[in-house]
């Protein structure tokens, strides 16, 4: 059995992933959805659809409302208003048959750190009502690809914390859900054991299994979403592919200049006042200016026929960061 | 409807099972033979003291045939509490394995039902083994003191119910030593286990008369001894049943206002 087959209830046919277009069938509909705990509001009113077969991620700072929103989709939390359709079900009626066809690994890790590694994933999958026998062969296929397998009979207490990020998504999978939500599925993690989870999150999506993902790192965003949406403030500040959302919010290139140490903050405003015309947007920070353009190596060009002498050039390509700082500003928000 | 909540209820007990494989082991102690130790040095110690002035105080009866019944019934008090204080606790807090749970078909009623099943499996266990020790002892008069045993399960679910909703308003687990402290022990000293509540105050015996214990050990000892009334014996189930279902309801009240957010 392939333990990435999920149960097919969806659509069954997995070659029409891709195609979205055509045959776009809506797992998660969202019309002016709203979260209020007391007088605060986590989410102010957001739409949104994620088609079947697709990674769909929500970007934002902390608090911007993504994990409240996750949990929504998750149909563990009440909507405060608004309309929610998940699998094209109604989570405040339909919540347990929802529930069975997701599979959720939320941002902490909940594992069972008294049980061994095995028995997480088998006790899980007691609760979607698989039998002990299919919990048990569920359970080993799914260490297998989470590369746990000569973990099996460790307790969860001594493992790694990418090993069990890697469990847990193992324990999400145990039902063979539909939609699977991954609720900043990396943070905390070193770059092998975000890049090993990337390569089995990346197989998933292969497999057809639709992907919703919190994350604040951009890579990640990248990396594994077609589709995103950037949330701050409870609201949704601009939806796309990755390539989209550069292309409408940010320039092709950044051209970064750097004027060396002993060049204060008041003396990069000055200089930016002798650049601003060179880019479609200047960026002044502490220790550089950012040039936005379509060609950051006139740009340079540009600045050093003004005899502006840069400590350091740097001419890179737009990334999401660039967008997401545009969007959600650099302002520290706690 | 009912048979879903049992068929998941089923579910979650599997869980509790599971991690009483791993945990049986340390429960041995607090379970058999901290009532053991009182049995023999109250029973026996004491209660060669207590009989040798006469037993017309306790009706005629040994002193240890007196109190075991009624140590059955705190023993399964205690054994129901201490499960319903900490590892709720750590499943809504510590470990979080409730919220787990029910992101997966499970509702936050399934939950309750499957940690009460849990509850009631180490009760009736522990008082099980319990009870064959006592009756070892020489510690029930009649055969029908082992009736004692659904009693015994019956108050140990009439206090984990609302214990448990109870431990779903607590941040921390500072509040269980109010549990212990107010609750439990006094419950065991002053509930009729070991003398007869109308030694005590006229006040306090009115307090007893409301703890679920006392009504359980009445009932226990009556069996025990042969000296069941039927409308007291009714009185007391009732009043036990009565602590059991409202403790349930306010258990799922709690555990859906903790986990449904």
Known sequence: MDPLETTGKVSGDRSSVGRVSEQRESLVHVRGLRKSYGDFEAVRGIDLDVWQGEAFGFLGPNGAGKSSTMRMIGAVSPTSGGTLRILGLDPATDGPAIRARLGVCPQDDTLDTELTVRENLTIYGRYFGLSRAECRSRADELLEFVALTDKAKVKVDELSGGMKRRLTIARSLVSKPDLLLLDEPTTGLDPQARHLLWDKLFRLKQAGVTLIITTHYMDEAEQLCDRLVVMDGGLIAAEGSPAELIRDYSTREVTELRFGPDVMLSDHDALAGKVEDLAQRVEVLPDRLLLYTDDGERAVAAVHERGLEPAAVLVRRSTLEDVFLRLTGRTLVD | MAALAVENGRRMFDYWLTVYKRTWKGTLISSFLLPMLYLAAMGIGLGSFVDSNGTGALGGVSYLQYIAPGLLAATALQIAVGEATYPVMSGLKWQKFYHSMIATPLRPADVVYGQLAFIAFRVF???????????????????????????????????????????????????????????????????????????????????????????????????SLGTVEPWLALVNLAYLLAWFVIGTWLAVRGFTKRLVR
């Open chain 2, 125 to 223: 266990s522990s008082c099980a083994v319990f009870l064959v020790i006592i009756t070892l002892f020489g510690g029930l008069k009649t055969p029908l003191g082992v009736l004692g045993l659904p009693v015994a399960l019956l108050v140990g679910m009439a206090v984990a119910s609302p214990i448990a909703a109870y431990a779903t308003t607590l941040d921390n687990d500072s509040g269980f030593a109010i549990v212990f402290r107010f609750g439990v022990v006094p419950a065991f000293l002053f509930s009729g286990a070991f003398f007869p509540v109308s030694q005590l105050p006229d006040w306090i015996e009115w307090l007893a008369y409301v703890s679920p214990l006392w009504h359980a050990v009445d009932l226990c000892r009556n069996l």
